[in-house]
């Protein structure tokens, strides 16, 4: 290996340079005749011919799989009093036990797509157990968890109303995690909520959960999901003048918009776009919005191309 192009063959780096004049490489020897022998043990563990459901599988998409996969193990229980039973002892095992930890939250999923009956009475503490485990250091216990709260918000939906601020809170502060697939769960789980729950009572999870937050993550997720249910509810509901909705709604805005972090920014202000063509906004924003928010405002205002109508003097 004398030359730069024979030490990039060896180390397979690149495309290798061969000599024109190379005589071509020998043919390998021939194989040897396979042995009569019978095979030692340690081969009996090679895998088996696949079988047509094998071969079909093989054929289809990975996340069709998954899904036909999570359809089967989601079919009704047959005796689910015995099995909320099962969960509880499954989720209070070792913490080292991940395996029964998912095995129980499976079996919640289930309960809340057919046997939503069963839950009800015993919801508060259910939801207790899942929080737990959405805190679960195993990454793989903790996306299990945050699904099993998706799956409650979806089919449990109202339901799930006394509940919403506990589990937003502890999915908003998973937003800050390093880890993707944890920050996908936790947005997937809280983009639910925000479709199923009661409008009134996921605001304000949403803004006791991660308005004030120290990290930035945590307040970008919030004001997403907060951008994602002003549509659900509708502009005129939310500048309708009700108490305890228009004017927290108005100063959350006002305050996402001015935030340090740009991600946070970018959301409150699309909310300020979608807002500010609404009738009653400029009388609402006079009664509601913070004084000390108002100078900053102004440009804010000005650069979502408001009307000079809805710059409104301190």
Known sequence: MNTPAELRDYLDVGTPVKSRDSPPRPAPPPTKP???????????????????????AASEPKGQIKKSQDQAR??????????????????????????????????LRVMAQNHMDILMPKLHDICLAIINEVKNLRSAVSCAAMATLGDM???????????????????????????????QAANFALGHMVQSCTPTRVMNALLVGGLSHRNAAVRSCTAQ??????????????????????????????????????????????????????????????????????????????????????????
């Open 153 to 183: 918000y979806v089919h449990l939906q109202r339901a799930m109303d006394s509940e919403v601020e506990g589990t937003a809170r502890v999915l908003l502060h998973k937003a800050s995690e390093a880890n993707n697939f944890i920050r």
């Open 225 to 314: 999901h907060l951008e994602r249910l002003a549509e659900v509810m509708g502009m005129a509901r939310l500048l309708s003048g009700k108490k305890d909705l228009t004017d927290r709604f108005l100063i959350a805005v006002s305050k996402l918009a001015v935030d340090p972090a740009q991600e946070v920014r970018h959301h409150g202000r699309n909310i300020l776009r979608n807002v500010a063509p609404n009738g009653d906004f400029a009388k609402m924003w006079d009664k509601f919005a913070p004084r000390k928010e108002r100078e900053s405002l102004r440009e804010v205002i000005s650069k979502v191309n408001l009307k000079e109508r809805y710059i409104l003097s301190g």
């Open 34 to 56: 396979r042995s009569k022998l019978p095979r030692p043990t340690r081969f009996l563990s090679l895998q088996k011919a696949d079988t047509g459901s094998d071969k079909k």
């Open 74 to 107: 989601l079919q009704p229980l047959s005796n689910p009093e015995q099995a909320l039973t099962k969960t509880f002892k499954l989720l209070h095992s070792a913490s080292d036990d991940w395996e029964k930890k998912i095995e129980g939250l499976t079996s």
